[in-house]
């Protein structure tokens, strides 16, 4: 089967065919039974009520997309989005987990983390999911030259994501205002709002051996 060609898995009468129910929890995904084919991945990481995900879905039909949402009602939500496209499936979980156990090393084309929870309260920071062992499971995840791409209104989140990048030799980073992409609902509601967003792009580098 060709990349571009996409297979709709028959329906099954369960209410949202999209929502993924891994046969395991500690065993790597099997994405071309997923899928029904292979195809480059792409993975939303918190994908909230789906608004991004979907229209970037339908506009790269040549891509799979995953959805990761942790909270049930925003999971339905974009599940029910997605029984409208065939090559986007939603698992409901910790994007942390997922990635680190439930991602194939190298498979992942392009992920994206738009407007992480940021945790403002200066207790609360540690909460935040950008840390040097995400970053690891990110890197082990993507393919070579694969992409992170962050979109935060928090500056000090920002520049707490290029700091832990500016040590690291496996990411090669740049500003990300060059990407064009749909809006998400937060990205909306934060331009009428007239508040800065900021990006970045965090570009895989594998090892010379």
Known sequence: MSIGEVTKPPRTGRAFSRLLEPP??????????????????????????GTFLFQIAAQKPDKNFLGIERMLGRAHSTAR??????????????SSYAIRYLLPPGSVEQFYLLFPDPWPKRRHQRRRVVTDDFLDAIHEALADNGKLLVATDQLDYFEQIKELTAGRSDFATRPADHVDLPRSKFEVKFQEQRIPIYRLELRKISPVI
Do not use: Q, T, W
Request: aromatic letters at 4%; glycine letters at 10%; hydrophobic letters at 40%.
């Open 24 to 49: 395991s929890y500690v065993e790597p995904l099997d994405l071309s039974g997923i899928f029904g084919r292979s195809a480059p991945l792409h993975v939303d990481l918190g994908c909230g009520e």
């Open 81 to 94: 989005k997605a029984e409208k496209i065939a090559n986007l499936r939603v698992l409901r979980m910790e």
